[in-house]
């Protein structure tokens, strides 16, 4: 059995005893000698350095004003939009004569398409109009009775020429042909119409006679020197010869009308004709005016062959690259940029900060290509902000589309160095407001706070 232990055991809360030489022992003579000597002076001068910098940051955080502003991606544009070159009725390329990103003046031909459809055209509808100049050469010379004069038409139209030449001569016969049958029937009555007079002068000098010699015999018949019978003879044959002249006479006007009627039918046939002939004129005029509009516009398209440059930039979005490629109408084949416009920035503003933007406010913008510690950035205006959103097609985020002015087209000192192109992708620093340094480091802890107390 284990024997039992005799020493007292301590109490509670009775002090404890610290035995000479411990680290207690060790400890307690520093505090105290620290407690005796005091802070040293060195120590107390760096706390009231600490304190006087902590001061003084504060109050130039205080007042240091920094910048508040809205970041927004861009590109640089140009003031007149991009030029698409488009071709009106389209066709066959035959040369394409710039490539991608090349600059190029203005009127400068940038492709050719293939002519011998757009000539054939041409040529066709210069041939038609070269019939119907001679149609109207031809007509003309047919209503002045003149010859015809085509000597204004090329050799190579001779073929056209002889046409005209055998139509005229034609109508020409024709016309001739008729008044000479009418002519001939005017000369026939009118012959017998001079006959008819003929027979009237001498019927006219029998009449005559035979009424002298009826008023003999009537003296002679009533004296009783003369027979009846012959006295009534010769009454008779007076009566028949007045009945003669009254036939010649009608014969006479029948023949004379005619000769009227007839000469009325060659005036019929001659206004008939002229007006068939101006009819037909009128006819030629008009085609000939459509005609004139025709080539105007197979012209054109010709000129068209040739895609010039609408204006002085550098192409992109080269559509046609290879000869041979059919270009249907209204075409797309490049589009040109122009490089001596004034230019701007189009910038995506998130909707976030759309309530902070303005037109007016100014606009740090920041070029990708080039360096914006070395280079710096160029300071624009805001011009406007779009009233609606847009979708981005790359992110399906909402944007609000804004447009900055630049009041120059380089970055640096230099106007002919670091240029500002078309299509650049920039920064836009959209200052929207300003605040102290303070504010500014004391918002994180702001918004914790605010935060902070309002979870459950």
Same mark, same amino acid.
């Given at each position: ?16 005893? #610290?035995?000479? +030489? !411990?680290?207690?022992? %060790?400890?307690?003579? &520093?505090? $105290?000698?620290?407690? /005796?000597? @005091? ?31 809205? #970041?927004?991606? +861009? !590109?640089?544009?140009? %003031?007149?939009?991009? &030029?698409? $070159?488009?071709?009106? /009725?389209? @066709? ?365």
């Amino acid at each position: 059995m284990s024997q039992l232990s005799t020493a007292p055991s301590p109490t509670v809360g009775s002090p404890r005893k #610290v035995q000479r +030489g !411990s680290r207690q022992i %060790r400890y307690l003579a &520093q505090f $105290v000698l620290l407690e /005796e000597k @005091g802070m040293s002076w060195l120590a107390g001068a760096a706390v009231l350095v600490v304190a006087a910098l902590v001061t003084a940051f504060v109050a130039w955080s205080s007042l240091i004003k920094i910048d508040e502003v809205a #970041v927004a991606s +861009g !590109s640089v544009i140009p %003031r007149s939009k991009v &030029q698409v $070159v488009q071709h009106l /009725e389209g @066709g066959i390329v035959r040369d394409i004569l710039v490539e991608e990103r090349q600059v190029v003046e203005q009127g400068a031909v940038l492709a050719r398409l293939d002519p011998i459809q757009a000539t054939a055209e041409l040529e066709q509808i210069r041939a038609r109009r070269i019939s119907l100049q001679l149609r109207e050469e031809r007509l003309r010379a047919f209503l002045f009775g003149r010859d015809p004069d085509f000597a204004f038409v090329e050799p190579r139209y001779a073929h056209l020429i002889a046409d005209q030449v055998a139509i005229f001569r034609a109508a020409k016969d024709r016309w001739d042909s008729q008044r000479a049958v009418l002519e001939g029937e005017i000369l026939q009555k009118e012959a017998e119409a001079d006959a008819a007079m003929r027979q009237m002068e001498a019927v006219g000098r029998q009449v005559r006679l035979l009424g002298e010699e009826v008023e003999m015999l009537r003296t002679l018949f009533e004296q009783g020197h003369a027979s009846k019978v012959r006295f009534f003879e010769i009454q008779r044959e007076k009566a028949a010869a007045e009945s003669e002249m009254s036939r010649l006479q009608g014969q006479r006007d029948t023949a004379e009308k005619a000769v009227i009627e007839l000469r009325e039918r060659i005036g019929d046939l001659d206004n008939n004709q002229r007006q068939d002939a101006v009819g037909e004129l009128g006819t030629v005029t008009a085609e000939l005016a459509q005609v004139d509009e025709a080539i105007s516009r197979a012209q054109d398209m010709v000129t068209r062959l040739e895609v010039v440059a609408p204006v002085k930039g550098y192409v992109q979005n080269l559509q046609v690259r290879n000869a041979g490629t059919v270009i249907p109408a209204g075409g797309v084949l490049m589009e040109v940029v122009p490089v001596d416009d004034e230019l701007r920035v189009e910038t995506k503003i998130a909707t976030r900060d759309v309530g902070h933007v303005a037109a007016g406010q100014m606009v740090k913008v920041k070029v990708s290509s080039y360096d914006f510690v070395r280079y710096g950035a160029v300071e624009g205006r805001l011009e406007y902000v779009s009233a609606t959103t847009y979708v981005d097609e790359q992110n399906g985020q909402p944007y609000y589309k804004g447009m900055v002015s630049l009041p120059r087209t380089y970055l640096g000192e230099n106007p002919n160095e670091n240029r500002i192109l078309p299509g650049m992708t920039v920064q836009a620093d959209i200052v929207t407001g300003e605040k102290t340094l303070l504010q500014y480091l004391l918002k994180p802890i702001y918004v914790s706070l605010a935060h902070a107390f309002r979870e459950r």
